[in-house]
């Protein structure tokens, strides 16, 4: 038998050793969760404190059903007793004057007709279960999110994906369908899931629990909104991050970095922040700079302060076995655990270092660990005036590659690891504001749910330097973009080589200048031929915005010239994504949700309400056609020319500018014209 109870608003449902809460969770919204026996008493998902019960909602109860309602959403509890093996089954339904018979949004499907059912929870002998939940699947369906992958799709439907942090490969297990719907799995353990034709499965091998965060909203806009309120808004972006950022690997001293910054300011190029990289340090973890390369940060800082420049610092979650604070890690139990063998989980040469030795990593999800290596931080970087942190390397980067080994403060690493980075941002995020300072930015090479109220800012990663790999971030940033961060970059010009000699790597570096220019963080990065071996010796070729010759000097320029004009209006959206959820970089669909053709468009996106960007991801193209949604009109920036909406036009190219298209009349289009 099956057992409904309303237990003070919340729905819970008893069947055999399961348990199934369904809670209002804002608006239109619900948190699901389900597990053996009890709900765990503890979470380290990306849901918080539970908001106030809505008033419009209730629950009703019958001997083998149950509903709750939470305005436009109506969540159904069935209990089938012609079955020969029932158990309770969920299915979300739309309630609103648009739907007033709750049209289906999506259903639990059972795995088997006769058994398992759609919640699986397979023992392994260590308390926790391996989790399967599975739901149908829709003819025609389409969904968007899951953080930043190098698949090259921006809708996921008929893919597989493995949920775990890697090196360009962000998990964020937010999704948003065309149906009308928002799902977060709110369980970070090592997992996949399977978007299939016959089926949706999200797998985790190793948890204490089913868990997972639902809305239903009828505009892709009302989804996000609902899913900040629920896993945290953004802050505005501080008015300095807004310009050029430049870096390289690396800049090996101090007088090599300041050159860079004041041949910026000779040439009159605009800057905001130059990066000092990784090796920086005098060894992994002691977390301040190498005074042999590095003689005198005060007076570095300050004369870039003087040049309107920040300096931002590399700072990765690795500690070396020599460094001078290894022993107080290892001792005081700060360091990531291991489940079999030694805490160290990756391998490179550091500094003090004939060969390439093993390191260790600190555990962020510690609270004792953030305490500590925040007091490094505060101690040799911002009490200099740095308060710009690149966090690299933070999914952790593991070699080899076995999440599930790690052990944490925060529990195992198989049920727990994709919130190493989320922890690592909220580390220097509390930080900063223990110390009275502004929210900062901090640049990410991976994410989770919820990084975003830290003021996690992502790049795509370690990217190749290839017209191919162009054309990936265009998807990367608007899936990661729809997953909840509104603050994103590319290395321009990707990472992985480019000879800045050769005129074919100079027109990608171009075209790429000429996309990032509508990027929310506009940063030029990367390792430039000729490459040396990873190791605290190394650095790449110049990688400046004059390295590439005369002719691409002159369009780079004129792209970061656009750039500083564009800030005033990035802003502006910047502030809508902070309040509102809407990210500043987004697929079309988001403000067209009623133009069908509005959800295939993979290679165009708006910057903000008003600018459509179609960048050039083709060597050597003459033309490309561009998707111009429907309901409004739209004014070539180029040449003035005015389109309806609703219509593909083909656009002759220039290796000046990329296509841009302006909403009619709006006021942006003085700055892009």
């Known amino acids: 038998m099956v057992s409904f109870h309303n237990d003070n608003g919340i729905l819970e449902v008893r069947h055999r050793h399961e348990v199934i809460r369904i809670q209002c969770w804002g608006p239109d919204s619900v948190r699901v969760r389900a597990a053996q026996y ?10 918080g404190d539970a908001p106030p019960t809505a008033a419009n909602s209730h629950i009703t109860v019958d001997e083998t059903s149950a509903a709750l309602t939470n305005g436009r959403l109506r969540v159904e509890v069935t209990f089938d007793t012609t079955k020969s093996y029932p158990e309770p089954e969920i299915t979300f339904r739309a309630c ?81 369908s065309d149906r009308g719907y928002g799902l977060l799995w709110n369980v970070p353990a090592v997992g996949r899931v399977e978007f299939a034709e016959n089926a949706t499965r999200w797998q985790a091998g190793q948890a204490r629990e089913i868990d997972y965060w639902f809305t239903a909203a009828p505009t892709p806009r009302e989804i996000l909104a609902r899913y900040a309120d629920a896993t945290g808004h953004a802050p505005e972006l501080p008015a300095w991050a807004s310009g050029f950022w430049q870096s390289k690997l690396r800049y090996r001293t101090q007088d090599e970095l300041l050159e860079v910054a004041r041949e910026y300011n000779r040439r009159g190029l605009p800057l905001s922040v130059i990066v000092a990289d990784f090796f920086h340090w005098s060894a992994m973890g002691d977390y301040r700079f ?17 040049l309107g420049v920040e300096l931002m610092v590399s700072i990765w979650p690795t500690v070396s076995p020599l460094s001078e604070n290894y022993d107080e890690f290892r001792d005081r139990g ?3 655990g291991a489940d079999q063998g030694v805490e160290f989980q990756q391998t490179i040469q550091d500094k003090g270092m004939d060969v390439p030795m093993p390191v260790a990593f600190y555990d962020p999800t510690n609270p004792q660990a953030g305490q500590y290596v925040w007091s490094l ?58 110390a009275g300072q502004e929210q900062t930015v901090l640049l990410c090479r991976s994410a989770w749910a919820g990084s975003q109220r830290y003021g996690a800012a992502v790049w795509s990663g370690d990217i190749p330097a290839t017209w191919e790999s162009l ?18 970059t590319t290395d321009i010009g990707g990472f992985h080589g480019g000879d800045p ?22 940063r030029l990065h990367g390792d430039r031929q000729p490459r040396v071996p990873t190791g605290f010796a190394m650095t790449g070729g110049p990688n400046e915005a004059w390295s590439y010759g005369d002719a691409a000097y002159q369009r780079i320029a004129a792209a970061m010239r656009l750039r500083e004009r564009l800030r005033p209006y990035l802003h502006q959206q910047m502030r809508v994504a902070s309040g509102q959820g809407v990210p500043p970089m987004r697929p079309l669909f988001v403000d067209f949700p009623q133009d069908p053709e509005a959800w295939r468009v993979e290679d165009e ?31 070539e920036a180029g040449t003035g020319d005015r389109h309806d909406g609703g219509t593909t036009v083909r656009v002759r190219l220039t290796a000046d500018r990329i296509p841009v298209f302006v909403t009619e009349g709006a006021e942006v289009l003085d700055v892009v014209r």
């Open 377 to 434: 931080v505060e101690r040799n970087y911002l009490s200099r005036g740095i308060r710009v942190f690149w966090l690299d390397a933070c999914e952790p980067e593991l070699n080899p590659a076995q999440p599930a080994n790690l052990s944490l403060y925060a529990g195992p690493g198989a049920e727990v690891a994709s919130i190493y980075p989320r922890d690592n941002a909220r580390l220097f995020a509390e930080g900063m504001a223990a």
């Open 501 to 522: 000699r050769d005129p074919a790597y100079q027109e990608l570096m171009v075209r790429w200048f000429q996309y990032g220019v509508f990027c929310p963080l506009f």
């Open 471 to 488: 054309r990936l971030q265009v998807r990367a940033g608007l899936s990661i973009a729809i997953s909840g961060i509104p603050w994103w």
């Open 38 to 47: 009890r709900i765990p008493a503890e979470s380290v998902g990306a849901l």
């Open 290 to 306: 190498d005074a042999s390369e590095w003689p005198d940060p005060d007076a570095m800082v300050a004369e870039l302060r003087e």
């Open 334 to 336: 700060l360091l990531v």
């Open 605 to 635: 996106f708006l910057f903000g309400p008003d600018l459509l960007i179609a960048p050039v991801l083709e060597p050597a193209a003459q033309a490309r056609d561009v998707y111009l949604p429907a309901g409004r009109a739209w004014i």
């Open 96 to 176: 609103d004057g648009l739907n007033p018979d709750g049209a289906e949004l999506l259903a639990e499907r059972r795995e088997h007709f006769w058994m398992p059912g759609a919640r699986v929870f397979a023992g392994n002998r260590s308390g926790a279960y391996e989790i399967h939940q599975q739901f149908a699947a829709y003819e025609g369906e389409r969904l968007y999110g899951l953080g930043q992958r190098t698949h090259g799709r921006l809708n996921l439907k008929g893919l597989a994906l493995d949920l775990v942090q890697r090196n360009g490969e962000v998990t964020i297990p937010f999704v948003l």
